[in-house]
T-cell receptor, first 112, second 116 residues
Framework: AQSVTQLGSHVSVSEGALVLLRCNYS??????LFWYVQYPNQGLQLLLK??????LVKGINGFEAEFKKSETSFHLTKPSAHMSDAAEYFC??????????FGTGTRLTIIP | KAGVTQTPRYLIKTRGQQVTLSCSPI?????VSWYQQTPGQGLQFLFE???????NKGNFPGRFSGRQFSNSRSEMNVSTLELGDSALYLC???????????????FGPGTRLTVL
């Protein structure tokens, strides 16, 4: 069975600082990995996805994530936080035709 | 191209009632999936419909049901509402019912259901 763990339900960073949101997965077969963002009162928007091509994946809004098989991780980073990045972020794992399993989310707060 | 739309956006019901939520997928998308989002349980998969057939089902009681029409629009029904059914219900569409690695899901804004 696949699962995903997001470390830290709340993360606060200062504007302009590095954003690091952690995601670890468990999967018995090579997974697909995703990061979604949810703004208040909105649905989920795909930030980026890993599908066994390049291990460093670049997404929208300056975010990127690196797939590290040895660490079973897929952490999300952004070099410089912006106020508009305040949202909830979800990591998700899938494989084959199985539906995605989502993490419990990390709420990102940006401090002016 | 219009995104996934869900109606209504907000609903308030009382225990024991039933409710129907609607989802219109992106034009050309034939797969519609439903998710329940709550603070305690996070995002949980309810079911998926493709070409008017239920293809996958999550671990929810039979009070939760759905259907899909020939135009790919989908409805979700919850009967005999319980307080614990209060949640944001999200619908997602994709072109096919294939692998999420190759067929991205696009989410709607959700319907927030409050059960009193």
């Amino acid at each position: 069975a696949q699962s995903v763990t997001q470390l830290g339900s709340h993360v606060s960073v200062s504007e302009g600082a590095l954003v690091l949101l952690r995601c670890n997965y468990s999967s018995s077969v090579p997974p697909y990995l995703f990061w979604y963002v949810q703004y208040p009162n909105q649905g989920l928007q795909l930030l980026l996805k890993y599908t066994s091509a390049a291990t460093l994946v670049k997404g929208i809004n300056g975010f990127e994530a690196e797939f590290k098989k040895s660490e079973t991780s897929f952490h999300l980073t952004k070099p410089s936080a912006h106020m508009s990045d305040a949202a909830e972020y979800f990591c998700a794992v899938g494989f084959g035709n199985e539906k995605l399993t989502f993490g419990t989310g990390t709420r990102l707060t940006i401090i002016p | 191209k219009a995104g996934v739309t869900q109606t209504p956006r907000y609903l308030i019901k009382t225990r024991g009632q039933q409710v129907t939520l609607s989802c219109s997928p992106i034009s050309g998308h034939r797969s519609v999936s439903w998710y329940q989002q709550t603070p305690g349980q996070g995002l949980q998969f309810l079911f998926e419909y493709f070409s008017e057939t239920q293809r996958n089902k999550g671990n929810f009681p039979g009070r939760f049901s759905g259907r899909q029409f020939s135009n790919s629009r989908s409805e979700m029904n919850v009967s005999t509402l319980e307080l614990g059914d209060s949640a944001l219900y999200l619908c997602a569409s994709s072109r096919t019912s294939g692998s999420p690695g190759t067929d991205t899901q696009y989410f709607g804004p959700g319907t927030r259901l409050t059960v009193l």
